[in-house]
């Protein structure tokens, strides 16, 4: 694995703004409410030719009565225990606190190499002399950045980059599967990630909206190697009068784009929702690999006839994503959980095959010989042959002589036959019609 850099510190020192100047992209939510980064965050950094993720943290509170600040509080330690080195910022402004004293207590007992970094020092070519009681932390040198303007930013990579691990203890990451687990808040998705991992690795409460970024957690088992993002739960545009909350559907909708696989997780109790169509709409959209599963599936009254309704159910309100697999779980118990990684592994490589032109023009000979295409005011669709040209999703292009002719019924009639003869379960399938100019009748 790549080293991990944690970045700790109490709330409002600038440590999303560091984290984003540091990653080059706006990852983290940088509002100026305490508490807006809830829980750890992850992007990949790269520093003198060496790539290392790096980790954001909710700001730690030492005394605190508030659920999701203690919440937080336990985040940053378990990033602290995973990471290799941790940066610890500080604010000049606000000078040095009790707070930040105790924070450096807890990272001293933590055994593991720390940086101090001291934010907000914003004037060039000027040392604010303020600087000089950080040393009272015992903490070694303190590094004087500048979140907003990037100043200090390299000596602080560079004090980092000494306690990386060798070079050749790490290993690159290729085979790795990114799976997407979305849906409406309060479904079960952070629940069935700490299912999976074993660990309270995303921060889980029945306060609806209580993860707000979209965070990546790696896993291995002996199915394979895979990162799993947790995505803000999506609501109702109407909802979203939150500025945060605007940024949590949006982070969801990136999560989706950079995925290989979605889960979209409905709960059982409530059926598909409006919204859940909204959601499962978004990756079918992006061409996604998908697998609908239904969580809380333990709090629900059974016969034997109930999975097979509430299967159809869902067939018929996702109607648009009938090559989806369905699988019913409980993240709370852990039924069926572990089905999940060979339903990704199928779906995944269904996504990424290959069909070759040959195969592909047999199975189009045969359906245009089954079911006649269509003809308008005496002209005859004639399709001429038919090519893969790209995978996740497969992508075919068919050439024919008018494609006006070609209708969306017929369209929907070959991609059946595709999917009939080679499979193609759990990924959408985009069929693209070009008009030959050159040949006539």
Known sequence: MKPLVAIVGRPNV?????????????????????????????????????????????????????????????????????????????????????????????????????VLAVNKMDQVGMTNPDIFEFYNLGLGDPIAVSAVHGHGTGDLLDACFQYFPPEDQVEEQDDV?????????????????????????????????????????????DKGKYILIDTAGMRKKSKVDDRIEKFSVLRATMAIERCDVCLIMVDAQEGVTEQDTKVAGLAHEAGKACIIVVNKWDAIEKDDKTMDKMRQDVRRDLSYMTYAPILFISAKTGQRVERLFELINYVNDQASLRITTGMLNTVLADATARVQPPTDKGRRLKIYYMTQVGIKPPHFVVFCNDAQLFHFSYQRYIENQIRNTFGLEGTPVVLTVRQKGDKED
């Open 177 to 221: 599967i990114k799976v997407a687990v979305i849906g409406k808040p309060n479904v079960g998705k952070s629940s069935l990630i700490n299912r999976i991992l074993g660990e309270e690795r995303v921060i889980v409460s029945n306060m609806a909206g209580t993860t707000r970024d979209a965070i990546d957690s790696y896993y291995e088992n």
């Open 14 to 114: 600038g440590k999303s703004m560091l984290f984003n100047r540091l990653v080059g992209q706006r990852l983290s939510i940088v509002e100026d409410t305490p508490g807006v980064t809830r829980d750890r965050i992850y992007a990949e950094c790269e520093w003198r030719n060496r790539k290392f993720d790096i980790v954001d943290t909710g700001g730690i509170e030492p005394n605190t009565d508030s659920e999701i600040l203690s919440f937080m509080r336990e985040q940053a330690e378990i990033a602290i225990r995973n990471a290799d080195v941790t940066v610890f910022v500080c604010d000049i402004k606000s000078g040095l606190t009790a707070s930040d004293q105790e924070v450096a207590n807890m990272l001293l007992r933590s055994g593991k190499p720390v």
